[in-house]
């Protein structure tokens, strides 16, 4: 098993930074790809970023230079900066981990972390 453990959220101001941190750990091995996703109130659950384990990162276009994936491999740790926040970023946001298990892959997914942006 895998777990994950999300921090960072909390309130801004429009305009604002906050680093999300995930610390990943347990089963740790064959994880082909981390990532955040969120999910804002009466919304699907969406992307916000990735990173495979041989760090090419994909962006959604809505935080397009303004948030930046990236990853700690000796901490087991996934990061999202985000700069730049908008009301609009608000939701709760997901760590997950992609992890290859008999050939094919199983996510896995934190519980969340709450980031709200105040205009």
């Known amino acids: 098993q895998v777990q994950l453990a999300e921090s960072g959220g909390g309130l801004v101001q429009t305009g604002g930074s906050l680093r999300l941190s995930c610390v990943v750990s347990g089963s740790i091995s064959y994880i082909n790809r981390m990532g955040w996703y969120r999910q804002a109130p009466g919304k699907q659950r969406e992307l916000v970023a990735t990173i495979t384990s041989g760090g090419t990162t994909n962006l959604a276009h809505s935080v397009k230079g303004r948030f930046t994936i990236s990853k700690d491999n000796a901490k087991n740790t996934v990061y999202l900066q985000m700069n730049s926040l908008k009301p609009e970023d608000t939701a709760v946001y997901y760590c997950?981990?992609?992890?290859?298990?008999?050939?094919?892959?199983?996510?896995?997914w934190g519980q969340g972390t709450q980031v709200t942006v105040s205009s």
């Open positions: 997950y981990v992609e992890r290859w298990v008999s050939a094919r892959p199983i996510d896995y």
